[in-house]
């Protein structure tokens, strides 16, 4: 049997960059992790430096993870979909091409994108949008493959529902260029139940095809089926619960995807806020849900 690939989403700061992500994946005992290349709701990015980039490498090497399962995330202020001001549309196409150019420096293949949100725009033409701004992004030269990532539908959110998804892909000339990050918060709060995951799975094959799944976000939501709301959950804390968010990571079709966490920090003593992830992956590994979870989050941390 293959050997699960997880991890969460980690920090990048400026002042060691991708030696301190490795460094804070591997104290979680993951095997692979997320970044954003600097905070995800702005969009100042500082230099890549090569010779930290070179020494995480080295870790990574050491520590058994391979580059080709990280994934980075764009940040969410990138919003394709809307062009009613014509600046911040261009603005957010010149920022996803300095993102690309970025992830091929340090050497990162996959990058997760949020399709964007229409605003006052019909669905239809934000999608349009979508393909346009791709279309003037993707190259045949880069090697990084941008991961539209599946959502909760919250507002004008595009890709709640795979056909959107699809719509995209079919608009975008390089194809190749495209994959597809599913999580599993959104797509619960986006109606799909996945308590029936293979059903689900069906559709996603049938509609957009197994194939471009490069990536799997594991969240457990704090809202019910088709809330659109976008709250995650600690595993085995929300609606989605332990045991489907199991069958989901450790599914036979999924095997050899990536597997994300991005559940939220805890809650320590007055300003602290611990992660989770150590406790989670580890729950995760044994397939047994911990009721403690929180407490030993909270006493590990302290
Ligand atoms: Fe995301
Ligand atoms: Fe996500
Ligand atoms: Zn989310």
Redesign the pocket.
Known sequence: MQELIIGSHVSFKSSDQLVGSVKEALSYKANTFMFYTGAPQNTNRAKIDESLTKEAYQLMQENNIQPKNVIV?APYIINLANNEKIDSYNFAINFLKQEIMRCENLGMTKL?LHPGSSVKLAKEVGIANIIKALNMVLTKEQKVVILL?TMAGKGSEIGSQFEEIKAIIDGVTLKDKLGV?L?T??ISDAGYDIRNFDEVLDSFDQIIGLDKLLCI?I?DSKNPMGAHKDR?ANIGLGELGFDNLIKIIYHKRLENIPK?L?TPYIDGDSTRMYPPYKFEIEMIRKKEFNPKLLEEIRSYYK
Do not use: A
């Open positions: 995330h997760v990532e990050c999580d918060c959104h976000h969240n995650h994300i991005e």
